[in-house]
Each structure stands twice: as C-alpha cells, then as structure tokens.
C-alpha cells in the first residue's frame, strides 16, 4: 500500500534560519502530495499541494517540488519565524484502487526560537 | 464562515459505552473523511465517504461505524469502544471539482476521546 515517510523530529531552528524537513512517498500509480501544518490546537491546515511530476507547490514562503524520480516531496522555508512553529505533515491522495484514500506521514514538530 | 464541526470536543468513557462523535460541514463539500491522530503515527484514515450514502473503509476502520444519510453530515460511531480507542479525532470535508477528489481537507478542530 501507500506510504509516506518524514524526517525524524523535532527540529528546532533560531529565526531566520533555513528549514528543509524532508519527505519520501512510496505510491503505485500517480499521487497528488501535499504539505499540511497543524497548529497547537488547532486542526490541520493545507499549507501546499503539487498534483504531477516536477510540479512546484508553494505558499507562505514554503516550498516543496514534486519529485517522481526520487519519489521525494521536501519542505523549504528560506528563513522561518516564530511563527511557523508548528507540526507540519506531508501526505499523499492515492490513485486507482487507493482513489479517496489519504495517507499522511507522521509529522514533524517544528520549534523556532527568537 | 466556512467550517468543520465536531462535538464533542472532549470525551471522557468506559469501556463498552457506545458513543457518537459527530461531525458536520457548511461548505456542500461531497467527501467526507475521519482520521485519528496518535503520537509517532501521524494521522490514520479510519472511513471516508465521497457521497451521500456512499463509504469506504480507510487503514483503521475496526471498531468504528459510518454512516452518510445527509451531505453534510457523517457521524463516526463506536459501538463498543475499548482504551486503544484513545485517541484524538479528526472530521475533514473536501469538494470534489469536477467529480475529481482532489485530496485538500478542510479539517474540523478535533476530539479528544479518553476510554478508560
């Protein structure tokens, strides 16, 4: 089946640092990947999404891009802020006989300090 | 405002009590998913439900009931909830453009269910 694997937490950054929190799939057919982060409780928020090869998805100055060859989808921040403290999920919607089913890696707690 | 609900919010139980978490949504959103959310597992789809009396199991649905009678709402039942049933729950809603699931949830603000 479907699998999504993160980068082992938590990382903890000083702001104005750069973020990569990496990200690997293992799917049959052709997911969609996206990047959820979830707030100190709050429910899970779509920060990105890329729906086909080398695609890029970006949002809030977070990226991520779309690697097939690699089978990979790595969050990129430039420089992060207090307020991206969060835990931050990577996922994939399945295709085929997986159509409907979302599968979610299991979070990455991101700490930035002052 | 567009939004996910669920109640309750937090929930105390024992074991064997059944009990029914509900979830509704305001956005005419054909898909409906839970999930439940445990420390190093990320979040596990338990059902997900692409219509109005439509429902299909995700990687975790024993234990767990579903049912879709009305578009906005999909109650999640546990008829005999057990302590490995401790968990927090999520409710998500997401449209589907031209009939094309596209995978982005809007979540609801989650329930802690405590069965002891």
């Known amino acids: 089946g479907n699998s999504v694997t993160q980068m082992e937490g938590p990382v903890t950054l000083s702001e104005e640092a750069f973020l990569t929190i990496n990200c690997t799939y293992t799917?049959?057919?052709?997911?969609?990947l996206f990047w959820y982060v979830q707030y100190p409780g709050e429910g899970l928020q779509l920060l990105l999404k890329a729906t086909k090869a080398d695609d890029k998805g970006s949002n809030k100055g977070f990226e991520a891009t779309y690697r097939k060859e690699t089978t990979s989808f790595h969050l990129e921040k430039g420089s992060v802020q207090v307020s991206d403290s969060a835990v931050y999920f990577c996922a994939l919607s399945g295709s085929g006989t997986s159509y409907g089913k979302l599968t979610f890696g299991q979070g990455t707690i991101l700490t930035v300090h002052p | 405002e567009a939004q996910v609900t669920q109640n309750p919010r937090y929930l105390i139980t024992v074991t064997g009590k059944k009990l029914t978490v509900t979830c509704s949504q305001n956005m005419n959103h054909e898909y409906m998913s839970w999930y439940r959310q445990d420390p190093g597992l990320g979040l596990r789809q338990i059902y997900y439900s692409m219509n109005v009396e439509v429902t299909d199991k995700g990687d975790v649905p024993e234990g767990y009931k579903v049912s879709r009678k009305e578009k906005r709402n999909f109650p999640l039942i546990l008829e005999s909830p057990s302590p490995n049933q401790t968990s927090l729950y999520f409710c998500?809603?997401?449209?589907?453009?031209?009939?094309?699931?596209?995978?982005?949830?809007?979540f609801g603000e989650g329930s802690r269910l405590t069965v002891l």
């Open positions: 998500a809603s997401s449209s589907r453009l031209a009939g094309e699931f596209r995978g982005e949830l809007f």
């Open positions: 799917a049959t057919g052709y997911p969609s």
